[in-house]
């Protein structure tokens, strides 16, 4: 069965962390600020697991189960990717982008709160 990405929020999600924090990615070199990972049995449209990202945790993790808050939608690529946090942790939009910006500010992205459609856009692409 095939969910969206929106699918997710609200619900309790467990990531395998192949990118935990502190650790560079292995083709950019860039360092990974939070921990990052993969939703296992799921399949996004560039053909690899719906990837993740895991805010309020400093230490790095090999697996994850949380609470998923938002998703964050590239509108210039193909991808979603899935916010988790420890239950009862809270991150405003601001906050969610302050985090991910480390590779997000390539993309024009928006967040999304609800499985409904709530959105806030930001266009964090350096080119526009």
């Known amino acids: 069965m095939h969910l969206r990405s929106t699918d ?3 619900r309790k999600v467990v990531v395998e962390i192949d990118r935990p924090v502190g650790s560079r ?9 939070v921990n990052y990972g993969f939703v296992p049995g ?3 449209p560039d053909g690899e697991a ?8 400093s230490a790095p993790v090999k697996e994850f189960e949380g609470l998923c808050i938002a998703v964050i939608h590239r509108l210039n690529d193909d991808e979603d990717k899935l916010v988790l946090t420890p239950a009862g942790k ?3 939009d601001e906050q969610i982008r302050g985090l991910t910006d480390f590779q997000e500010r390539f993309f024009q992205v928006e967040i999304i709160r609800t499985n409904t459609g709530f959105r806030s856009n930001e266009d964090t692409d350096p080119a526009s």
């Open 42 to 44: 799921t399949l996004e």
């Open 90 to 92: 809270e991150f405003t």
């Open 50 to 57: 719906m990837d993740a990202y895991v805010l309020g945790l």
């Open 8 to 10: 997710f929020i609200g």
């Open 25 to 33: 990615h292995p083709t950019h070199g860039f360092l990974y600020p």
